[in-house]
């Protein structure tokens, strides 16, 4: 799914980020605000791993969405 498509539909999709990573907190959910850089610097904090690491988790989250 487009980026722009995951944005404008956050606040649906939000429950679906926390499923597939299950350590963010509701306020991470609320700060994302559907933002990719500031989701992929959340899972990278969160699972202490590198950035790409994250992307790539997030590219292939999306892909599914």
């Known amino acids: 799914m487009n980026w ?4 404008g ?5 939000k429950g679906k980020a926390q499923a597939e990573w299950g350590k ?11 933002r990719r850089k500031e989701l992929a610097g959340r899972v990278q904090a969160r699972y202490g791993i590198a950035r790409d690491e ?4 997030i590219d292939e989250w999306a892909s599914r969405h």
């Open 24 to 34: 963010l907190t509701d306020d991470d959910l609320d700060i994302i605000d559907g």
């Open 4 to 7: 722009d498509i995951i944005q």
């Open 54 to 57: 994250a992307e790539r988790q």
């Open 9 to 13: 539909k956050w606040t649906e999709l």
